[in-house]
């Protein structure tokens, strides 16, 4: 495993420890979950994730998405939005944003690429 990590051939995404609740979520315990998960994978194959992938959580909170950037996120693909936004998305054929979260407080000195799968 580590040989293929080091030539590039695989890519860990997220890397806690486990997939945290979005919908009701303690921010320490997310943060304690990825600095777990991020210790061990620098220690055992040395990197730390740079894209996640929120594979089937109920909403995504811009919370969450700032704790992300702000742990060096860079991309989060994601599979369930809201059917209003879905509907929209899929008319237009644009499944990628860049969220901003909370750009009214904090500039948009945070953003993050997001591609809804």
Request: aromatic residues 16%; charged residues 25%; contains cysteine.
């Amino acid at each position: 495993m580590r040989r293929i990590v080091k030539e590039g051939r695989f890519e860990f995404v997220t890397g806690g420890i486990s997939a945290h609740d979005e919908a009701c979520p303690y921010y320490e315990d997310i943060i304690n979950n990825m600095m777990a998960g991020h210790e061990f994978l620098m220690k055992e194959f040395g990197v730390v994730p740079r894209n996640a992938w929120l594979l089937d959580e109920f909403g995504h909170s811009a919370a969450n998405t700032r704790l992300f950037a702000d742990m060096g996120m860079e991309a989060i693909f994601i599979n369930r939005i809201t059917m209003k936004e879905n509907e929209k998305r899929w008319y237009s054929k644009d499944t990628n944003f860049i969220w901003r979260p909370f750009n009214k407080h904090f500039g948009d000195q945070y953003q993050t690429f997001i591609n809804t799968i």
